[in-house]
């Protein structure tokens, strides 16, 4: 039998399985990032206030002094999201997905100095994997430097919403943190809409299939994903989850070959790269794994 760790990886891997899908959705929705990522988090927010009226309204309290903590992460997923949706229309999944994995090296870096513990030579070390995967990715990418600005500051904001939630999961329940966080960006994304949107018709003037992308992408891979990763912090590290994510990319790269074909199709060198990430990956699994039995 699986502990509750062993769970929560399993967990996880199934939740990065659907972030991976989120970037095919994003791609397949004909919206820019922006209302996108309205429709996301409006119609998530909804979704589980549905749920809380009919089976937890106790969720629906919030405790005396952390709502500026749930709106600070309202915004950094919001942004993150529309930073995501943006490099993915601009660039292409691929590449997107695969700069995500630099999130891995970021964490090493910052989760020291948020939750105050001394550095791991270990993370550092695998972290450098991401470092020279990227390197060769950039190397075949140049001409996309808007689309890999857009998706490193991307990330960073996403290593930035992990170590938040590991801090307020430790107090908070997470269904409550991920209905507010939604819902505050939800309102955040309305009044950005408000200033920049021209022709308010356009959010409503979709096809049936849009629709069905907006849905899924709203109910699965958002109600339910952020709220399951966050039940997650409560016993994997922000690292081990970051490290992990790096697997998004192959699910995404594999997902938009087969749906979109050559468009995604990448050189050898991109390949190579994505290879030596995840092989960070595992071997930063291999290395945990060992050191508890020790």
Aim: hydrophobic letters at 55%; aromatic letters at 14%.
């Amino acid at each position: 039998m699986l502990n509750d760790r062993g769970k929560s990886l399993v967990h996880l891997h199934f939740i990065i399985f659907l972030w991976g899908f989120t970037s095919i959705l994003g791609a397949l929705i004909h919206l820019d990032s922006l209302p996108i990522v309205w429709y996301r988090m409006s119609i998530a927010a909804v979704m589980i206030a549905i749920y809380f009226l009919l089976f937890s309204r106790k969720s629906f309290q919030i405790h005396p002094g952390v709502l500026k903590y749930y709106a600070l992460g309202g915004i950094l997923i919001s942004v993150h999201w529309v930073l995501f949706f943006y490099a993915i229309k601009i660039s292409s999944i691929s590449l997107t997905l695969s700069i995500l994995s630099s999130a891995s090296l970021m964490t090493s870096i910052l989760e020291p100095i948020f939750y105050k513990r001394s550095f791991k030579k270990y993370e550092i070390f695998f972290g450098l994997f991401v470092i020279l995967g990227l390197y060769l990715i950039f190397g075949v990418q140049k001409e996309n430097l808007l689309g890999i600005i857009a998706a490193l500051a991307c990330t960073l904001l996403s290593v930035l919403f992990s170590l938040l939630n590991g801090k307020l999961i430790e107090q908070y329940p997470a269904n409550n943190i991920s209905f507010y966080q939604l819902l505050i960006g939800a309102l955040v994304m309305s009044a950005a809409m408000a200033f920049t949107l021209e022709t308010p018709a356009i959010l409503f003037d979709l096809s049936w299939e849009d629709w069905l992308w907006i849905f899924l992408l709203s109910s699965v891979c958002t109600a339910y994903a952020t709220i399951a990763s966050v039940v997650i912090l409560k016993h994997v590290t922000p690292f081990t989850m970051m490290i992990s994510l790096n697997l998004e990319p192959v699910y995404a790269i594999v997902f938009s070959l087969l749906i979109f074909g050559e468009k995604e199709l990448m050189s050898a060198q991109f390949y190579i790269g994505v290879l030596i990430i995840l092989a960070g990956v595992i071997g930063n699994g291999i290395y945990k794994r060992q050191a508890q039995k020790k």
